[in-house]
């Protein structure tokens, strides 16, 4: 069965520091890969996706995640953090035959400090 | 265009009882799909409905249970309610655009079994 992997399940940085959310999934075949982000109170939304072309993806609020296909990953990046980027973040993948089924990391709880 | 609901948003019942939760999926969006969140067992894929139809799912005892409409709004079902059952119930719908189907999640209905 196919599973995700985020490593980091707690991560406290300050404001203005660089991110980078480690993300990896097992299924060997073509994938489609997700980030949601779920602020305090809120649902879960979609920060970016990928699902073919330029391995280097960009979303919403400054976030872009990389896809590498040789070590089965697709971390989250952004170069500068702020206060209100405290969340909790999750990696989600998809595959073909698997309709559209999404497998979720275990998430990753970010808190910037200002 | 307004976004993914889901009806309660919050639940009591206690064991044995059943609950029915609703979804309305985003306007035009055809595919609903149901999560279980919790603590523990994170983000787990319940089942997928598309054109009435059940298109996959995940790995639930059969307690739980769905069905869509033809105007594509969902209704999932938990019979013979567990503890174990608590949890944050999130529908998601989407939309195939391009050959990419892209999920957008509700709310969630906040499930309590006491």
């Known amino acids: 069965a196919q599973s995700v992997s985020q490593h980091n399940h707690h991560v406290i940085l300050s404001e203005a520091a660089s991110l980078e959310l480690g993300c990896n999934y097992s299924y060997g075949g073509t994938v489609n890969l997700f980030w949601y982000v779920q602020y305090p109170g809120q649902h879960l939304q979609l920060l970016l996706k990928?699902?073919?072309?330029?391995?280097l993806v960009k979303g919403i609020k400054g976030f872009e995640a990389e896809f590498i296909k040789s070590k089965f990953s697709f971390n989250l990046r952004k170069p500068s953090v702020q206060w209100s980027d405290t969340a909790e973040y999750f990696c989600a993948v998809s595959h073909i035959g698997a309709g559209n089924m999404l497998t979720f990391g275990g998430g990753t709880r970010l808190m910037v400090k200002p | 265009k307004a976004g993914v609901t889901q009806t309660p948003r919050y639940l009591i019942k206690t064991r044995g009882q059943q609950v029915t939760l609703s979804c309305s999926p985003i306007?035009?969006?055809?595919?609903v799909s149901w999560y279980q969140q919790t603590p523990g067992q994170g983000l787990q894929f319940l089942f997928e409905y598309f054109s009435e139809t059940q298109r996959n799912k995940g790995n639930f005892p059969g307690r739980f249970s769905g069905r869509q409409f033809s105007n594509s709004r969902s209704e999932m079902n938990v019979s013979t309610l567990e503890l174990g059952d608590s949890a944050l119930y999130l529908c998601a719908s989407s939309l195939v655009i391009a050959g990419e189907e892209t999920q957008y999640f509700g709310p969630g209905t906040r499930l309590l079994v006491l």
């Open positions: 990928y699902f073919s072309g330029d391995p």
């Open positions: 306007s035009g969006h055809r595919s």
